[in-house]
């Protein structure tokens, strides 16, 4: 972060991977600022190139234009604000994967520079002088986007006018501050909730009750957070307590953060059982204390453990395996203790060999063909993108030709696991509606090319990029 315009005096950055412990302290510092200077400088220029790739990519038509899925919007929300020019979805998912981020993060990346360079002008000039870093602009960016309700160009050129005043000192809870001093400057609040009870205050209540399940701890926990109505918070908290201290009467050791977490998972699984609407005290408990004594997790959870035969044919497991949920590691000792639980039910499902490859009759996907292909790809197979495969279509990768047997031809796209691959909704959309093209050498494995020809390999191992691209995009692929 500088307070002034980038300084002309650049010092020779180290080699990458060598040593700069043998560097005197102050070489030390004097090289940490040049690293920061040229990751400062080499952040703006991301943020011309993605202003660059969009001046270049306008869609066809407005629906052809990326956006933010939102609930109750038709087309979704546009990636920057009123007044910035739309851009070409397939162009974002192209400059995404060149980048080696998700599309969902190239939106974000290229929304945040056309708000940017369009509606905060002044910003865009500070970040380009070498004042403010791309990482704190394109946090005014992001709420200026997504303010509620929408900012037109005369509020966020306001906001703009105020950040600029204070370079380099502005935090989110500032930004929020200023976008909500804008929407009550411009008359833009949302109007009383007893004259419009649909656009009030309901429209944007706050409470909430969000499972973070990309959060996947190690130790086999996740994270939840919740807003509640400060009745309702009041009650859980006191259950909470209570369950806690039940625990610990029973001689549970753990910490009271720890009871209370599982306090919380014991009403998740007894809540159904408690009499709401009156009655017995002491009937109440009794039924509380039976259905406790039979209650089940009913979680599903995919744990793939690799275990070797031994002598006498009995399986020596690896104390490492991978849970499927999150696709993060999992300890052997924590799914022990978890299929071990008293009120834990466990159900052993069929293994399914990955490596078969029979052949359905007709274009649907049976049921354990789609397991399959959900085991064996993990993740949307598109270039970096780490959608779970269950919320993902199967598609064929070679289409499938519904009139192959009215003309007695062989079947071009055959329904089989060498012809199937897990693709989220977006880029399946890509793949059938775009120039990107993908073939799959080998089931799991897929090759994908971008309209400039960019080539991508997705595998079990990640994605890697294997060549460079021409200069004009192919000819457009089947529409």
Known sequence: MFSGPMSNTAIA??????????????RILATAREALRVEDEASALKLRCAVAWADAHPPEHPAYAATFAA????????????GCPLVAEHAVAEFGTEMG????????????????????????????????????????????????????????????????????????????????EAIKRFELAAPDPASDPVDGWEHVDP??????????????????????????????????????????????????????????????RTQQALDLNGGDQGQAVAELDRVRAGASRQVVLHVHLSAAVLGDGG???DPIGRLEQGQRLILL???????????????????????????????????????QVILRDGTCTFPWCSRPARACDIDHVVPYDHEADALGVPQSGPTRPSNLTAICRRHHRLKTQ???????????????TS??????????????????????????ARS
């Open 13 to 26: 950055l180290p080699e990458m991977g060598s040593d700069v412990g043998d560097q005197s302290p102050a």
């Open 71 to 82: 609930p109750g919007l038709d087309g979704g929300e546009s990636l920057a604000g009123d």
């Open 101 to 180: 981020i998700s599309t969902t993060s190239a939106k974000k990346l290229i929304g945040h520079a056309l708000e940017l360079r369009h509606r905060l002008p002044r910003l865009w000039a500070l970040v380009h002088a070498g004042r403010v870093a791309s990482w704190r602009a394109r946090l005014v960016a992001e709420e200026t986007i997504h303010a509620c309700p929408s900012l037109p160009p005369e509020a966020a050129a306001w906001v703009d006018a105020q950040v600029a005043a204070v370079v380099g000192k502005v935090g989110p809870a500032q930004v929020e501050r200023l976008v909500a």
């Open 207 to 268: 409470r909430h009750a969000t499972l973070h399940r990309d959060a996947l701890h190690f130790a086999g926990t996740l994270r939840f957070e919740a807003e509640l109505d400060l009745a309702e918070a009041l009650d859980l908290d006191d259950a909470l307590s209570a369950g806690a201290e039940a625990l610990k009467a029973l001689g549970f050791e753990g910490s009271l953060d720890v009871r209370r977490s599982m306090a919380l998972g014991d009403l998740a």
């Open 315 to 317: 399986l020596d497991f």
């Open 333 to 371: 000792d924590q799914v022990k203790e978890w299929v071990g639980h008293t009120r834990t039910r466990v159900t052993v499902a069929p293994v399914i060999d990955l490596a078969r490859d029979n052949v359905a009759l007709g274009y649907a996907v049976p049921a354990l063909m789609r397991e």
């Open 434 to 448: 775009s120039p990107w093209r993908v073939e799959m050498p080998s089931p799991g494995k897929l090759v994908w």
């Open 451 to 476: 309209p400039h020809g960019h080539r991508y390999l997705r595998d079990f191992g990640g994605t890697t990029r294997l060549d460079g691209g021409e200069e004009s995009p192919p000819a457009r």
